[in-house]
């Protein structure tokens, strides 16, 4: 299995990745936004659950919930950290959305979809390699994480 540490544009934003050098390109791309877009989701919801939700009053109304919501959220934002690359754990997938012009830079190229991954790379399955995420021609720090409206 080749494996791929995915970096976008944000620091924040990193994980691993493991896959076969027989890989589509195609299918590559659609695994790893699907990875990042969960990645950004559930950060994106431990700040507005702990800005919105988790404020003094709560606390004081119902200690018990806010302490296992407190935990729960912090486990999430562990889980989704880039913390993860140095523990060397591989992160699955779920699919909020889906973009078609991705582009995943490898050695200053752009990967393109009509490829197989070993065209790239070769056929050593122990291949490490390290991707760059843009979405179309801007980086993904650009991109707005929906936001969760007060009162929801």
Sequence with gaps: MVRIHVKAAS???QFLYSCSCDSSIADLAD???EIYNLQAWIQALCVHVRQYLLTDAF??????VADVLDRTLSEAGTYASKEQVLHQSYLSYAAPE??????????GKE???GKRLCDYIGGNEKTKITIKLKLGCEDLENRMVP???EGC
């Design 147 to 149: 936001n969760v409206q």
């Design 31 to 33: 695994a790893i936004l």
């Design 98 to 107: 889906l973009h078609k012009d991705v582009q995943l830079i490898w050695a």
């Design 111 to 113: 990967l393109l979809r």
């Design 59 to 64: 606390r004081e109304n119902c200690a018990g």
């Design 11 to 13: 620091e924040e934003q």
